[in-house]
């Protein structure tokens, strides 16, 4: 009888496991899998080759075409490229949603909250009061560009104090970007030199280097964390995590202790006010502090990375730099600082810029989405919660509307006539439809106000202490430049 039990046992097992192997009826195409586990050892078999999430996709695509469908551990995730596929997603309301799992929820105490990582009415609710406070506390408005000047003029006063030597530049932005956001989000700012702080983004931006759009192996095999927790790198996102939310959890207390219920000094006031005199059950404290760690994540890294990349580009491509320095001269003149109203007339600067995004693709998979229903892709199959990645990269390396994708070249943007030409079918640094980033516009004027602020005042150079700057960056959810350094030299009035 016991045997029989076995037998039996071993059976059902070995269905199940032959089961676990058969794809969804008119899924994508791509690669078969293995029990359990899904294509996610081919997958890392290939990263170790190749160096970066969005080329290992990349590869997949050439091999099974413009959607590519994979397994990986419990999740289906499917990948499109191309700017017709990759609009399509961003468009559909059924792939509105955001993936959930172990991974999206660790960092929101087990829940689903945030506006990130959120969907639905928690987070349509949450992205309209977001976006309504920041407006009131200058997001948007003329009080953002005094809030950057601020900033730009702090960080340069720096570099014009440490420009006797070379200065490490791939982080020399991290704080001056985020103060900007925090000064909305919390009414305070930090020194640029706090030290604190700066281990915190740290870690921070190594956290982002840990794992991959699709939620990594934390997301595909949570029980990892019980056999590798370090090998996985769970210790380390939760090391992140405790430090971050005992920082929030710092300012938030403070907000408590002087909160005054007629007048609200910034975000996290309002935010408290709320729960003080509604009863909505999106406003907890929870929720508070994810929507903060939220917009510190988005405040402190993409920007600032585009703009050290910036400077790897200036440095790479000294007579571009050339250029829009003189744009600058000829156009704003040397008396005073570009601004925000200089934007449309600094035409071959605003492309250089555009010109960046897209050759940085700092974001090269943007936010993973979800189908909030089963449904379908061009003539293929998308089971419910299936995980769907967009590679922006395909599109802003698409070798038919790029020619010669790789080479950086500013004029792609401007027409015969040198006015700026943009086709944003092929051009989505911030995402499009209904989930484009939140903060596109302070992350333009960042971008604008703190690199025409730096060429206004210094030179970049190559500095031969310490190590190169390189055009390929780190791989990571967004990708980072490497560490190096530049000299920057003080232009003359």
């Known amino acids: 009888m016991f045997t029989f039990i076995c037998f039996v046992t071993v059976v059902i097992l070995l269905l199940l496991l032959l089961w676990d192997t058969i794809k969804p009826k008119e899924y994508p195409p791509g690669p078969s899998w293995v029990p359990i586990v899904g294509n996610f050892l081919d997958f890392r078999k290939r990263l170790a080759t190749i160096g970066y999430h969005h080329l290992v996709w990349k590869e997949f695509s050439e091999e099974y075409g413009s959607v590519v469908g994979l397994k990986m551990g419990r999740n289906f995730v499917v990948t499109v490229f191309g700017a017709d596929a990759v609009k399509e997603i961003l468009t559909r309301e059924e792939f509105d949603g955001r993936p959930d799992g172990f991974f999206f929820r660790l960092r929101t105490f087990g829940k689903r909250l945030g506006i990130v990582f959120s969907d639905g009415q928690l987070w349509q609710k949450q992205r309209k009061f977001s976006l309504q406070h920041l407006r009131n506390f200058g997001f948007g408005r003329k009080e953002m560009e005094e809030k950057i000047v601020e900033e730009t003029r702090d960080l340069i006063t720096v570099f014009k104090k440490q420009c006797s030597e070379p200065i490490w530049m791939h982080t020399a932005f991290d704080v001056s970007v985020l103060n900007v956001l925090w000064a909305m989000m919390a009414g305070e700012r930090f020194d640029i030199n706090d030290e604190r702080l700066r281990k915190l983004l740290n870690i921070l931006g190594d956290a982002f280097k840990l794992t991959d759009m699709s939620g990594g192996i934390l997301n595909q095999m949570p029980f990892v964390r019980f056999v590798a927790p370090e090998t996985c790198g769970y210790n380390q996102l939760m090391d992140v995590l405790i430090r971050m939310w005992e920082f929030l959890q710092e300012t938030i207390t403070d907000h408590r202790k002087t909160l005054c219920s007629l007048h609200a000094r910034d975000l996290i006031d309002a935010f408290l006010q709320n729960m003080n005199i ?216």
Not at 372 to 390: C, G, H, M, S
Not at 421 to 449: H, I
Request: hydrophobic share 40%; glycine share 4%; with cysteine.
């Open 278 to 493: 509604k009863s909505d059950p999106s406003f907890t404290d929870d929720q508070l502090m994810s929507l903060c760690l939220d917009l510190f994540m988005a405040g402190s890294e993409t920007t600032s990375n585009t703009l050290s990349f910036s400077v790897v580009y200036m440095l790479e491509f000294p007579e571009i730099q050339k250029k829009v320095q003189e744009e600058m001269d000829e156009i704003v003149g040397r008396n005073r600082w570009p601004t925000l109203q200089d934007r449309l007339k600094l035409k071959y600067t605003e492309a250089v810029l555009m010109e960046i995004q897209r050759r940085a693709n700092i974001p090269p998979l943007g936010i993973a989405h979800r189908a909030t229903r089963k449904t379908n892709i061009f003539q293929y199959a998308v089971p419910e919660d299936t995980i769907i990645l967009t590679s922006l990269y395909s599109v802003h390396m698409d070798e038919k509307f790029w020619i010669d994708p790789l080479a950086f070249r500013p004029e792609r943007f401007l027409d015969k006539n040198g006015n700026l030409s943009v086709n944003e079918k092929y051009f989505l640094p911030f995402g499009y439809g209904k989930r484009r980033c939140l903060g596109e516009s302070l992350a333009k004027a960042n971008y604008f106000l703190f690199f025409t602020a730096l060429l206004h005042n210094f030179y970049l150079e190559k500095s031969f202490e310490g190590p190169s700057p390189q055009l390929e960056g780190v791989d990571g959810v967004t990708i980072s430049p490497k560490p190096f350094k530049a000299k920057l030299i003080p232009r003359s009035d």
